[in-house]
């Protein structure tokens, strides 16, 4: 079995993104937060949520502590929305992140995540 970390690698490496792999880890271990494990991996930072989208996605854009109110997951693999809430440093009401397949910002509140962990299904709000 394949460790979801490896996984994500192999998904990100094939969508041509904008930063090497090693990049992306490096800052988010810097200012943001990886959480790998057998079940899951996550990547994701503290951000304002309605900050620009290119400063979203920017994994070396730090926005001050102070002034976030959201995660934005960068990268996520295995059961990781379900278990995001459990493992946050930080207790932020949004989550964000950025679909690869429709190439959209997703934002959801973390109570809907709290409440999808517990299996109940969750709508998430398309941002433009």
Known sequence: MIAPI????AAYEACEPPYPW?????AHLGQGYCVSTTEYFICARPVVKDAPECELIDPNFEFPL?????????????????SLWTV????LPWVIYYRL????????????IRRLSHGQRIKT???T
């Open 88 to 91: 946050q440093p930080l207790d």
């Open 101 to 112: 397949d429709s190439y959209c910002l997703r934002v959801f509140s973390n109570e809907r």
């Open 22 to 26: 090693d990049e992306m880890i490096n």
């Open 66 to 82: 102070q002034h976030c109110n959201a995660w934005f997951v960068y990268m996520a693999a295995g059961n990781a929305l379900a």
């Open 125 to 127: 709000k398309t941002t």
């Open 6 to 9: 490896w996984k994500a690698k």
